[in-house]
């Protein structure tokens, strides 16, 4: 199974910018889709992005859409978010997750399509 640690998080004012990373251990990472989703309180987790093994496709969630890319380094096995233009609605505990179906050729969309996830990296956008 493959471990996950993300870091990155912090707080940030709005229109800012910020890059969470999902460093993996385990498992053969570049036939691992990787995923982000969010949490905020009170709320259900939410989808965010997801990126293929070869990092040829990607999915990107339409509330995030034209603000938020995701991107890896297999050499370095991890996984990045590029969040810009960062509003309040987005502050929420961002989790990484690894998916190992379909030796990692297709992007997934559910949390159930994960099989590790990481332990979150809080992400504040206030003023």
């Known amino acids: 199974q493959v471990q996950l640690v993300e870091s990155g998080g912090g707080l940030v004012q709005p229109g800012g910018s910020l890059r969470v990373s999902c460093a993996a251990s385990?498992?053969?990472?570049?036939?691992?889709?990787m995923g982000w989703f969010r949490q905020a309180p009170g709320k259900e987790r939410e989808y965010v992005a997801s990126?293929?093994?070869?990092?040829?496709?990607?999915n990107i969630a339409d509330s995030v859409k034209g603000r938020f890319t995701i991107s890896r380094d297999n050499a370095q096995n991890t996984a990045y978010l590029q969040m810009n233009r960062l509003e309040i609605e987005d502050t929420a505990r961002y989790y990484c997750a690894a998916s190992q179906l379909f030796g990692g050729q297709l992007t997934q969309r559910t949390p159930e399509k994960y099989d590790s996830w990481g332990q979150g990296t809080q992400v504040t956008v206030s003023s």
């Open positions: 990126i293929t093994g070869s990092g040829r496709v990607t």
């Open positions: 385990g498992g053969t990472f570049r036939a691992t889709t």
